[in-house]
């Protein structure tokens, strides 16, 4: 991460999972790096998405080794309570839909509340959130998969809101939401084929990506090559 100070610190959230392990791994060999956390429900601290006081115990906790310069959220789920995603409207539940904006929306949203307040102030800093091209509302064209979808959609509007005032008090800092492709893992392993990437080839193509973006202001949507994505 050439673009990040030399001696950055770095976190990693759903560092357990194929993509956030495979995250955490890339940048722990980044020379550049000085220490990158890995949190998830398995870690110390532990963190759960529906529950706002391990966030903010987290976060207390890494507030006084040092200001934050990388945020990695690889949090997230397609299948959820052994639900996966719906192909039809007869299909949609009531709970189940509030577990998916639970887990992909809203947790992520308070985990901003909590770890933004810890990134570094006038230098770069990147904050990035794993989230999927199907929550772009104008590439929907085959429909389905309404949760996710909506989930995501709502993950993304939380993202570029938070972006929005982020830019206000850090105006170098970057904040991306990441398509990481179609990967290899335990989230995606009923839907997908032989020709899927493997986690660190995703992850590594995802942090030379955030290298090069600029601050604008507002969160980007892009591919982990580097496309972007329609909102």
């Not at 722990?28 to 220490?35: I, L, V």
């Not at 949609?92 to 909590?114: E, F, S, T, Y």
């Amino acid at each position: 991460m050439d673009s990040l100070r030399e001696g950055y610190r770095a976190l990693v959230l759903g560092s357990t999972g194929s993509l956030g392990s495979a995250c955490l791994q890339a940048v722990r060999a980044d020379p550049r790096c000085a220490g990158a956390i890995g949190l998830s429900r398995s870690t110390e601290p532990a963190i759960a998405l529906e529950d706002e006081d391990s966030l903010r115990r987290a976060a207390d906790t890494l507030a006084p080794a040092g200001a934050l310069h990388l945020v990695l959220d690889a949090t997230g789920a397609l299948t959820i309570d052994g639900r996966g995603p719906e192909k039809r409207l007869d299909e949609l539940d009531g709970p189940a839909l509030l577990r998916a904006l639970q887990v992909n929306a809203i947790g992520p949203a308070l985990v901003m509340k909590h770890v933004v307040p810890l990134l570094a102030t006038g230098e770069r800093v990147i904050w990035a959130k794993l989230s999927a091209r199907v929550g772009s509302i104008e590439d929907n064209r085959r429909g389905g998969w309404y949760g996710y979808r909506a989930s995501k959609a709502a993950l993304n509007m939380l993202l570029q809101t938070a972006a929005i005032e982020i830019a206000r008090r850090r105006p170098l800092a970057v904040v991306a939401a990441l398509q990481p492709g179609t990967v290899r893992s335990a989230l995606s392993r009923p839907f997908v084929g032989d020709d899927a990437l493997e986690p660190l080839a995703s992850a590594c193509g995802m942090l030379r990506v955030l290298d090069a973006l600029e601050a604008t202001g507002r969160a980007q949507f892009v591919d982990y090559r580097g496309g972007a994505i329609a909102w």
